[in-house]
């Protein structure tokens, strides 16, 4: 089976400055390599992951750094700018999504995995999962018009892999650069690494890509579920 990307608009909606590269920006590389317009919603701010020096201004030095990790890829950058662990499923917030959603028009969203293990991304989640219906609703109001059908939706791995079955791999060994040079731009991050409450992200990305890559043939992989909702499930 092979994956084409091409004629798609691929959107990954996630929670903190640094999730898509750790879990979808391979995937993310393939679609734009096969021609695909590609996007990344990130809707906190990252500002409370603070290394053990403190950072004055957190938010606006990781709102840089995720512009340049998004340069890196190609794609284009939309913020929701929600404070860390604020994150809410709200009607608020579904607006501000739904808006976010229309502005890309995607055919495909990336989304955290409900039961990931921080409350961001769960909220997250589920904001994805209720905008990917109403994104297509001429009954939500919003600046944009509504998108002609819903995108499909692909639920991610989760940080450490843990509790999550996947559905299906995604061959990221020739992407890998990529994903590593993404990650590298998060410079504010990568100094909380010999912090106690906190993990060496480039190491757990590695570690994580080439497992899931063992476990499916290759030497990297990012995996996936669908979302078995009505109109939220696309054929290849």
């Known amino acids: 089976m092979r994956l084409d990307f091409s004629g798609e608009t691929v959107l990954a909606i996630v929670a903190h400055p640094d999730d898509a590269e750790l879990l979808c920006a391979g995937t993310l590389a393939r679609a734009r390599n096969d021609g695909a317009d590609v996007a990344i919603a990130v809707l906190c701010q990252g500002d409370k992951g603070q290394p053990a020096e403190a950072i004055a201004d957190l938010a606006a030095v990781r709102r840089e750094e995720m512009k340049a990790a998004a340069e890196v890829l190609g794609a284009r950058l939309l913020l929701g700018e929600r404070p860390d662990s604020g994150l809410v499923d709200d009607l608020a917030t579904r607006q501000l999504v739904v808006e976010l959603i229309r ?50 939706v692909w639920w991610m791995d989760t940080v450490g892999m843990h509790d999550f079955e996947p559905g299906f791999y995604v ?34 990305m590695r570690q994580q890509a080439e497992a899931r890559g063992m476990q499916c043939g290759v030497a990297a992989a990012e995996c996936f579920r669908i979302h078995r909702a009505f109109k939220r499930v696309s054929a290849w």
Do not use: I
Request: negative net charge; glycine residues 4%; hydrophobic residues 35%.
């Open 171 to 204: 061959d990221v060994s020739n992407v890998m650069e990529t994903k590593e040079n993404m990650l590298q731009e998060h410079t504010s991050q990568l100094r909380r690494s010999g912090d106690g409450d906190f993990a060496p992200l480039l190491d757990l």
């Open 103 to 152: 502005s890309v028009r995607p055919t495909l969203v990336l989304a955290h995995a409900p039961d990931d293990y921080h409350a961001d991304h769960r909220a997250a989640s589920c904001l994805a999962e209720a905008t990917s219906w109403t994104c297509a609703s001429n009954g939500w109001d919003s600046q944009q018009p509504a998108l002609d059908a819903p995108p499909a």
